[in-house]
């Protein structure tokens, strides 16, 4: 079935510092990619997405290429900040809307000023 | 615009007891699905309704039953609580023709 793998935390870095955070997924068909972030005491929410193969997601200096040759979907931020901090998921959903969502395991994201 | 709106946020129940969780979807959206999630990991799957029918299941065993109702609002039952049913059990609302989930905030049981 359906699985996202996603490097394990948890990931410090100094404001400033170069993300990048690994997310390798196995389906089936043409799925869409997600990368979802929950901040502390807060609910998850979707930072960027990517419904096909090349496509690049980004938002709030977040970006993400959906890699259909190597599977993968890796976050990248180019300086990140103190308000960064957070824990990141990336997502599988299956090619319609019917299908439903599949989390890796998180990504803890600590940045110190 | 309200977003997807759960209760309750907390509630302590014992083993073998049964529990009814609650969502509100956001406004526009016909589909809501439930998610379990526990301390340090990701969500997992429980199922998703979209015109009052379970569409999807994930691999939770038959205490994990659900509803939706003509107004879109679910519920999700656990009856013969378990200590590992300890969990953030979230809720999350789409429209169909996207599939781009939006969270509540989550209603954190604790199974004694």
């Known amino acids: 079935g359906n699985s996202v793998t996603q490097m394990e935390g948890p990931v410090t870095l100094s404001e400033e510092a170069f993300l990048t955070i690994n997310c390798t997924y196995t389906a089936t068909g043409y799925p869409s990619l997600f990368w979802y972030v929950q901040y502390p005491g807060e609910g998850l929410q979707l930072l960027l997405k990517?419904?096909?193969?090349?496509d690049k997601g980004s938002n709030k200096g977040f970006e993400a290429t959906y890699r259909k040759e190597t599977t993968s979907f890796h976050l990248e931020k180019g300086s990140v900040q103190v308000s960064d901090s957070a824990v990141y998921f990336c997502a599988l959903g299956g090619g319609t809307s019917y299908d439903k969502v599949i989390f890796g395991p998180g990504t803890s994201l600590s940045v110190i000023p | 615009d309200a977003g997807v709106t759960q209760s309750p946020t907390h509630l302590i129940k014992t083993r073998g007891q049964q529990v009814t969780l609650r969502c509100s979807p956001k406004s526009g959206h016909d589909t809501v699905s439930w998610y379990q999630q526990a301390l340090g990991q990701g969500p997992q799957f429980i199922f998703q309704y979209y015109e009052e029918e379970e569409r999807q299941r994930g691999n939770f065993p038959d205490r994990f039953s659900g509803h939706q109702f003509p107004n879109y609002s679910s519920e999700l039952n656990v009856n013969a609580l378990l200590l590992g049913d300890s969990a953030l059990y979230l809720c999350a609302s789409s429209r169909l023709s996207t599939g781009e989930l939006f969270f509540g905030e989550g209603s954190r049981l604790t199974v004694l």
């Open positions: 990517a419904t096909k193969a090349d």
